[in-house]
């Protein structure tokens, strides 16, 4: 490690999907890792990985939040996931388990 690379951080993630009637988002997913990808690319990769391999039906709503260890919140929405987002690098797939790594490209 060099002093230009970012300190790994540990992160705890969730997928959540959105209840209407009780307006609550219920847990899907959850995982764990030691990272030095930027927690907003783990969320887009957990998010789009779970969708890959989940397909969601046209009423569902599912939102991916990441959190470190030093207080950081990332939260990502589908309609949120940008062009390409299921092409991850390889410090972002590290970082996932084995069905989010199978349903993304890249690395």
Known sequence: MTCEDPEPVRITWVIELYEPHSQVWMGRGLGRATTAA????IAQAVLAG?????????DEVFRAVVRTD???VCTVTADGLPEGAW?????????LPLYLRDA???G
């Open 87 to 95: 092409e991850v690098t390889p410090a972002v797939r590290q970082a």
């Open 38 to 41: 930027a927690p907003l690319d």
């Open 104 to 106: 993304l490209t890249g």
């Open 50 to 58: 779970y969708l890959a391999a989940v397909p969601p039906r046209s």
């Open 70 to 72: 030093t207080g950081t």
